[in-house]
């Protein structure tokens, strides 16, 4: 009897336990998309402040991969290389978004659409306003 005792006292005891470890790998899980929202909220925020009122130029390359931006003081380059969104300007490089798989820049009227895929297989897809100079 005292036995049986024991034995669903560590049953319960057990399986409390790996509840808790349940529970802590799912906040694990919530802490890594909330750091993978961020970046992407970083990274649309980044290239709105690319995109400001007064754009002489949008060109997107034939692949897609590669968005050009024209104001009248600079040249912006959007690009996708090697797993990463890069802004390219007077030769100087700055990562935008890591963690990428697939990228696609494409121009619809003004519109500037960016599709991506990243890593943990989530595709994100955001539509950037282009508002061409005018005097």
Known sequence: MIEALLQLILLIVFSHLLYLILMQYHKMTDI???????????CV??????????????????????????????????????????????????????????????LYGNRLLLQVKLEDGVERERSFVVEPYSE
């Not at 890594?32 to 961020?38: G, I, P, Q, S, T």
């Not at 991969?65 to 890069?86: G, R, S």
Request: hydrophobic letters at 40%; charged letters at 20%; aromatic letters at 10%.
């Open 32 to 42: 890594k998309n909330v750091r993978l929202e961020a970046d992407w909220e970083l």
């Open 45 to 106: 925020n980044d290239i709105n402040q690319y995109l400001p009122y007064g754009i002489s130029q949008v060109a997107v390359s034939e692949d897609g991969l590669i968005a050009t931006v024209t104001t009248p003081d600079k040249v912006y380059t959007i690009q996708f290389l090697n797993n990463v969104i890069w802004k390219r300007e007077n030769n100087g490089n700055e990562t935008i978004l890591t963690g990428v798989t697939s990228a696609l820049f494409t």
